[in-house]
């Protein structure tokens, strides 16, 4: 069974950083791309970045482009968001997701998120 | 970057009714990557439907999608009670990859 397990999300003061990780299991993780979409407190979705399944090709959104660091370590079935700079509108759970196997493809699985709280 | 608009806001209805959800893009999107999402309160969002009308794995059979071009919908035959929920639509063709702003369906 697929699982997607969410961890480091808190209370940083703007301008402070964080790092979320995603712990997959369930799946042959290195045959996926990789998404964080993150969702503000009673606000829809917001896709934030995309990761290949190696690594090799990174997408942002733009209002966090410049701010965050996708990453992924195969080896250990993990991706990561570091989150620089941070502002309130920031504020948000910050969900991991799968894509599907025939990129691009929709979003089939999700974790139950992890939240992000940016205020001093 | 395409922009979704859906319709309504909100939907009142009661169960064993049947739900009709809009979805328009601001430019035309391949109906092979358009999905639709439910979402609870308290829960990650679960895919329904991909490729405009496909089923995802254990979907049931009373969620429909259907559109082309700049128009979607989503169609829940009969709403059962743990329908009742928040749905998104999402074009996934086109990078920034973009969700809908959402439709409450409640009693």
């Known amino acids: 069974e697929v699982h997607l397990v969410e961890s480091g999300g808190g209370l940083v003061k703007p301008g402070g950083s964080l790092r979320l990780s995603c712990a997959a299991s369930?799946?042959?993780?290195?045959?996926?791309?990789m998404i964080w979409v993150r969702q503000a407190p009673g606000k829809g979705l917001e896709w934030v970045s995309s990761i290949s399944r190696s690594g090799d090709y990174i997408y942002y959104a733009d209002s966090v482009r410049g701010r965050f660091t996708v990453s992924r370590d195969n080896a250990k079935n993990s991706q990561y968001l570091l989150m620089n700079s941070l502002t309130a509108e920031d504020t948000a759970v910050y969900y991991c997701?799968?894509?599907?196997?025939?990129?691009?493809?929709?979003?089939?699985?999700w974790g139950q998120g992890t939240l992000v709280t940016v205020s001093s | 970057e395409i922009v979704l608009t859906q319709s309504p806001g909100t939907l009142s209805l009661s169960p064993g009714e049947r739900a009709t959800l809009s979805c328009r893009a601001s430019?035309?999107?391949?109906?092979?990557?358009f999905a639709w999402y439910q979402q609870k309160p308290g829960q990650a969002p679960r895919l329904l439907i991909y490729a405009a009308s496909s089923r995802a794995t254990g979907i049931p059979d009373r969620f429909s999608g259907s559109g082309s071009g700049t128009d979607f919908t989503l169609t829940i035959s009969r709403l059962e009670p743990e329908d009742f929920a928040v749905y998104y639509c999402?074009?996934?063709?086109?990078?920034?990859?973009?969700f809908g702003q959402g439709t409450k369906v409640e009693i």
């Open positions: 997701a799968r894509e599907g196997f025939h990129t691009p493809d929709p979003y089939d699985y």
């Open positions: 430019q035309s999107v391949s109906s092979s990557y």
């Open positions: 999402q074009q996934y063709g086109s990078s920034p990859k973009t």
């Open positions: 369930g799946f042959i993780f290195s045959s996926y791309s």
